[in-house]
């Protein structure tokens, strides 16, 4: 149980067009998910936190026009990256809450954007 | 603040074991991790341990919490070769639960 998929798990796009990551849990519903972004060789940095029905808080630096979040059900949350620049290239990661399991945080496997 | 802090390499003999240090700021979090990542593919939960532990141990893995000086570490006993990955850990800030994750230890397993 507790899996999380991300779709799509690799993708690569033209700079100036956006870009839609979706993150889904399989089997719980999720109460809070979260987007990670991460460079090579170099760690997780959290861009957000979504709750379902509600705005994303956004971590400091982070610009909330340029990367979207909705998180519409409690099974479904969405990155959009909008006008993408070959900046924006990186591995994104999602996580989720599960209300019935407090002290874990289950992780989507990761898209990569390509920004060419 | 928020920050933790790994070393970043290690490497060692197959069959050895390997001690994959962190420390951590918040003496508040509630929660510490382990993650293995192995290239190209997400996170994979290892272990935690609850703050009011000072060790835990699962098969191969064990985990030490010194609370006072803030600093975990993870024991992979009888090191093998598919236990080359890169090994984050992470706390649990108490505020809104997010993860505050470390640069992350590559470790390399020599035949």
């Known amino acids: 149980g507790a899996v999380v998929s991300q779709h799509p798990s690799w993708v690569i796009c033209k700079s100036g067009t956006s870009v839609k990551i979706e993150c889904r849990s399989l089997d719980f519903q999720a109460t809070t998910m979260f987007w990670y972004r991460q460079f090579p060789k170099q760690s997780l940095m959290l861009m957000a936190t979504?709750?379902?029905?509600?705005?994303?808080?956004?971590e400091q630096g982070v610009e909330k026009d340029k990367f979207l979040i909705n998180h519409a059900s409690l099974t479904l949350s969405t990155l959009t990256v909008t006008s993408a620049h070959p900046e924006d290239s990186s591995f994104y990661i999602c996580?989720?809450?599960?209300?019935?399991?407090?002290?874990?945080?289950?992780f989507g496997p990761g898209t990569r954007l390509t920004v060419l | 603040g928020e920050d933790v802090e790994q070393s970043l390499f290690l490497s060692v003999r197959e069959g050895d074991s390997s001690v994959i240090n962190c420390t951590y700021t918040d003496s508040s979090s509630t929660y510490l991790y382990w993650y293995k990542q192995e290239p190209g593919a997400g996170l994979q939960l290892l272990t935690y341990i609850f703050s009011n532990m000072d060790m835990k141990q699962d098969q191969r893995l064990t985990v030490l919490l010194n609370k006072k000086d803030k600093h975990l570490s993870l024991r992979i006993a009888d090191t093998q070769t598919g236990d080359s990955a890169i090994y984050f850990c992470a706390e649990k800030y108490n505020q809104g639960g997010k993860l505050i994750f470390g640069q992350g230890t590559e470790l390399s397993v020599k035949p």
């Open positions: 996580s989720a809450n599960s209300r019935d399991v407090y002290n874990e945080q289950f």
């Open positions: 979504s709750n379902e029905g509600s705005k994303a808080t956004y």
